[in-house]
């Protein structure tokens, strides 16, 4: 029936294809012989979700357990959502179409804070009762793991688990915790309790928060034997580390349609703005052979021609070269293109370029993210404009003419010459292109300048640092522009949204109070807040109202380094006395050496392995 | 170098994804069964392969093909077991044969067309359906707007359908219609139902088949 009504409401949407499930490689099982039932919910469209690594890996792990079936969900684009409410069409799973509702867990990847209002949404068009302490019995088990949970403060209310870290180990560990209590007809509760009990489970029910006047947080009390505090799970040996055999091969296009592998995790930087660089940590490489193999597994399952190495740095692979030698031996000859993204600067070398060359040839994206010496200094990107103008002319020798530059604007310590410094160091990218013998005489430079706006981010050195006000942002947006205007016409200026970033900053600096904000957004008809076209400033500021909320509260306010920060049960291996060293440093303009030229002692070899322990 | 016509079915929901998408699932496909087969010898190279005729977005089809080139000589049963194992639920090959035919002599495509009226107050009854459907076909013209890249255009279905014809059942009239297709001229069957919902007093669905391609003189295309 459910088919029926579904075939009708296809025919009047946008891409149809979003809905229908059915690819190459996904996974239809027997009901029969199912124990656990997991909805893998990614709170956006599917094209964006579809290209999410974290996503295939788990994916495919849960699914190599004959009792567990793991299926895909994606939220419904506005017009679908639309059509679905008024036939009373429930939120359906891609691989047996059956309702979200029946299922044991709704998993939920969260990647950035704009996505919290689908994650709701997700749940009540699923007819799931948003708030935990609404849904009952032994099942609906609501999870949530990804970047966004080193502060799941503002989803404490709605989210039974979270996964801190990453979530191959005990997301199984959880699942068959879960498939025991139900054997045993346990009670809802004492899993809850039980599930606590496993590294980097945090059930948020089971600590209560208590605030000062000010607002601020004066105590997190654990309940009954809960854990104080939450430490993160990694894997340490990603050699012997699960990894998908194949994909899910989607029949529309998405973002990111080809083989993905991934070559290391963590990151040797340290820049002070990025969280990325420190919540993976330590960095662990996996070696050529075994990408490799994972590469050519990938191709001949998916048919994909286009293998992307991913990672938060790809240059820094220590093996990068001889990578890139047996996988071009094949590759080559079966017509599969290579592709890196985040390449550094200082990685990119003519041997290297030799090599990039007979893979991929796309533009070249660099991130300096600030425009002087003294501010890339102060955030700790160890970039000189030296390096990145001889890497600009080894790159324009070698025939690339189009260069995409990427900056922050709002960093801590910045003043207006730093940010006319970015029009200049375009500009000395434009002069330098003119001024190179070998490049391609026919065609014109482009320069692409992006701007986003710096957020201040838990887990990081800045995480006590205030968020320029949107004012300030787009004061600050003008001066670029007005100084690019005055530069070569071959430079593009792109700027994220000042308010936008100011949404994310509440929510990534955000506490408990904020649950009800997201609440009442969900219910005024808040969603895809990540997509300008539905993003509604002056209602999230009507909700803060209604709700009593200052959201200034939580990102223009400079914090006290004795503030209990909302996330501090919350323990990513990083020292809290680093990130406030780091953050003192900053104010210096002084610099810290990446992990690989020394141990700058951050806390994070307590894991036991990766790169603090010498493995790479 | 052989050229070889595969000959598919798309039936089910893979009929929601579009022509271009159905391209790219067959050619991850033969990638996938490592069959030696032609490459454009461009700067991009690719897998060489035409289609006949694309099918519309929402339309399934019966009789669909697609040439390849191959390197070498190879057992054609078997390039169509190798294919569907890599094709997506609802994309399947159903034979592999030499190509007789050019496809620019497509002229005429057939579509079995189902409408199913929707269960509400004006629901018709079995005569009254059959009674609609047959009033719209015994006017003297079937005007219908259709949307060009230079602007709306009016065109007359009835001058535009080769011929058709009716069978009714208990619960769907399904309606035969032969229309223009190929690269000279192409009517979509989505006019059609455009101007069955204008005429009908009900709310209906319904569901498209492509049954096969014709030439000039109605000989099938193969």
């Given at each position: 029936m459910i088919e029926q009504k579904l075939e009708e409401i296809l025919l009047e949407v946008q891409k149809p294809g979003r809905y229908i499930g059915g690819e190459l490689n996904s996974i239809v099982k027997d009901k029969k012989n199912i124990e656990v039932r997991f909805a893998f919910c990614f709170p956006d469209v599917y094209e964006v979700g579809m290209s999410h690594i974290g996503m295939k890996i788990l994916y495919s792990l849960f699914n190599t357990k004959p009792y567990i079936w793991c299926e895909r969900v994606f939220a419904p684009w506005i017009d679908m959502e639309q059509k679905m409410r008024e036939r009373n069409i429930s939120l359906f799973a891609l691989e047996s179409g059956d309702s979200v509702c029946d299922f044991d867990f709704i998993g939920f990847t969260i990647q950035y804070e704009l996505c919290y209002t689908n994650l709701l949404n997700m749940l009540d068009l699923a007819g799931i009762p948003i708030r935990s302490r609404d849904r009952t019995g032994l099942r609906q088990i609501v999870v949530a793991g990804g970047p966004c949970t080193y502060n799941p403060e503002p989803l404490a209310d709605f989210i039974d688990i979270f996964f801190v870290g990453e979530g191959e180990e005990s997301g199984l560990e959880v699942i068959e915790l879960y498939r025991e209590f139900k054997k045993q007809n346990k009670k809802r509760e004492e899993f809850l309790l039980a599930a606590s009990q496993i590294s980097g489970i945090y059930v948020p029910s089971l600590y209560e928060i208590f605030y000062n006047e000010n607002g601020e947080i004066s105590a997190c009390i654990p309940k009954g034997d809960a854990p104080r505090n939450i430490k993160k799970r990694i894997i340490n040996d990603l050699n012997h580390a699960y990894y998908p055999e194949n994909f899910v091969v989607p029949m529309i296009d998405i973002v990111h349609n080809r083989a993905v592998a991934e070559i290391f995790r963590g990151c040797i930087r340290g820049c002070r703005f990025c969280q990325a660089g420190f919540v993976y940590r330590p960095v662990r490489e996996k070696l050529p052979e075994v990408i490799n193999k994972q590469c050519q597994n990938l191709c001949s399952s998916t048919g994909y021609d286009e293998i992307s190495l991913s990672s938060l740095s790809s240059s820094d692979y220590t093996k990068i070269e001889p990578l890139l030698d047996i996988l071009t031996k094949w590759a080559q000859s079966e017509n599969v293109g290579i592709s890196m993204p985040s390449l550094r600067v200082d990685g990119f070398s003519n041997r290297f370029m030799e090599k990039l060359k007979v893979v991929k040839k796309c533009g070249l994206t660099f991130a300096p993210e600030a425009g002087t010496q003294r501010l890339r200094d102060a955030i700790n990107k160890n970039v000189s404009e030296q390096e990145l103008l001889k890497t600009c002319n080894t790159a324009f020798s070698g025939g690339w003419s189009l260069v995409k530059l990427y900056f922050m604007i709002g960093l801590p310590t910045e003043s207006k010459s730093d940010i006319e410094g970015i029009a200049d160091l375009a500009q000395k990218v434009v002069d330098a292109y003119y001024s190179n013998s070998n490049r391609q005489k026919s065609r014109a430079v482009r320069v692409t300048v992006s701007v986003s706006c710096f957020i201040p981010k838990p887990f990081t050195p800045f995480q006590w640092e205030a968020q320029n006000s949107i004012d300030q942002l787009e004061q600050k947006q003008k001066w670029l522009r007005d100084a690019i205007k005055s530069k070569s016409r071959n430079i593009k200026f792109n700027w994220h949204d000042a308010k936008t970033s100011f949404l994310e900053g509440v929510f990534s600096g955000g506490d408990r109070k904020l649950c009800e904000v997201l609440e009442k957004a969900q219910q005024s008809g808040c969603r895809f807040d990540g997509w300008s076209e539905h993003f509604n400033f002056s209602k999230w500021m009507d909700i803060f109202n209604q709700c009593a909320v200052d959201p200034n509260f939580y990102n223009t306010r400079r914090r006290d380094f004795y503030e209990i920060l909302p996330w501090e049960h919350i323990d990513g291996g990083i020292k809290r006395s680093f990130f406030r060293q780091e953050c003192e440093r900053a104010y210096k303009s002084e610099t810290t050496v990446n992990c690989r030229e020394a141990c700058s002692a951050c806390g994070a070899a307590v894991f036991g392995g990766g790169i603090c322990h010498g493995d790479c | 170098m052989e050229t070889?016509?595969?000959?598919?079915?798309?039936?089910?929901?893979?009929?929601?994804?579009?022509?271009?998408?159905?391209?790219?699932?067959?050619?991850?496909?033969?990638?996938?069964?490592?069959?030696?087969?032609?490459?454009?010898?461009?700067?991009?190279?690719?897998?060489?392969?035409?289609?006949?005729?694309?099918?519309?977005?929402?339309?399934?089809?019966?009789?669909?093909?697609?040439?390849?080139?191959?390197?070498?000589?190879?057992?054609?049963?078997?390039?169509?077991?190798?294919?569907?194992?890599?094709?997506?639920?609802?994309?399947?090959?159903?034979?592999?044969?030499?190509?007789?035919?050019?496809?620019?002599?497509?002229?005429?495509?057939?579509?079995?067309?189902?409408?199913?009226?929707?269960?509400?107050?004006?629901?018709?009854?079995?005569?009254?359906?059959?009674?609609?459907?047959?009033?719209?076909?015994?006017?003297?013209?079937?005007?219908?707007?259709?949307?060009?890249?230079?602007?709306?255009?009016?065109?007359?279905?009835?001058?535009?359908?080769?011929?058709?014809?009716?069978?009714?059942?208990?619960?769907?009239?399904?309606?035969?219609?032969?229309?223009?297709?190929?690269?000279?001229?192409?009517?979509?069957?989505?006019?059609?139902?455009?101007?069955?919902?204008?005429?009908?007093?009900?709310?209906?669905?319904?569901?498209?088949?492509?049954?096969?391609l014709f030439t000039e003189k109605m000989e099938a295309f193969y």
């Open positions: - | 070889v016509r595969v000959w598919f079915r798309k039936r089910g929901k893979v009929k929601f994804i579009s022509h271009l998408d159905v391209q790219r699932c067959v050619l991850r496909a033969v990638k996938c069964t490592k069959i030696p087969v032609w490459y454009t010898q461009g700067f991009n190279p690719h897998v060489f392969i035409t289609f006949a005729l694309p099918l519309p977005l929402g339309v399934e089809g019966e009789r669909e093909s697609f040439d390849i080139k191959l390197l070498e000589p190879q057992n054609l049963e078997s390039i169509a077991n190798a294919m569907n194992r890599w094709l997506p639920k609802g994309l399947e090959i159903s034979s592999v044969g030499n190509p007789m035919m050019s496809p620019n002599l497509v002229r005429y495509a057939c579509f079995s067309i189902k409408i199913f009226p929707q269960k509400t107050e004006q629901c018709p009854n079995l005569n009254e359906l059959q009674k609609s459907i047959e009033d719209v076909f015994s006017h003297p013209n079937l005007m219908v707007e259709k949307e060009t890249k230079s602007g709306n255009k009016q065109i007359d279905l009835k001058k535009e359908i080769k011929s058709h014809s009716f069978i009714h059942c208990k619960e769907f009239s399904k309606l035969t219609a032969i229309m223009p297709a190929g690269n000279e001229r192409n009517i979509s069957p989505n006019l059609l139902i455009k101007a069955l919902k204008k005429f009908f007093f009900f709310p209906f669905s319904y569901s498209i088949v492509r049954t096969g």
